[in-house]
């Protein structure tokens, strides 16, 4: 499995995040992080792709990630698997809001499947810092990911030398 897990983060918590699914998805393929910043418009080759957005004004507000969703071409993502997350102050979705929500339905609109529920990553107060005991749920929700993938395609994991088949 080849995962890309593009994030937008502004106080760094959503980086913390995407750093930890990151670390969720190694043990079952290649993975690379990137800022939506960093990577730009540049290609999301992978079979995977895991994004993520703090929450702002009840969505994912006007960040670089929306912009770089918006302008995807229409079935651009035709053939891969993907999940969305967000972070957001604790609270029920009608008061707080919940970018992931938005993510999840661009990603399909650009012809993704969505094979996970979106998922939020709780934080104190609008700069975090994170709720203990975030990151470790992150890690796990992306190990679930992962088994989910590998029903649409995403190969398993090549054994490492020396390891038993």
Known sequence: MRALVLFDSQYGNTERVARAIARGLEPHGIVRVASVARQGTGTLDADLLVVGSPTQVHGMGRHELHHLLEHLPTAALDGMVAAAF????????????SAATGLARRLRDKGARVIAPVESFIVLGREGPLVDGEEERAVAWAEGIARASLPFGAAAPTPRPGSAP
């Open 86 to 97: 967000d972070t957001r102050v604790r609270g029920p979705v009608g008061m707080t809001g």
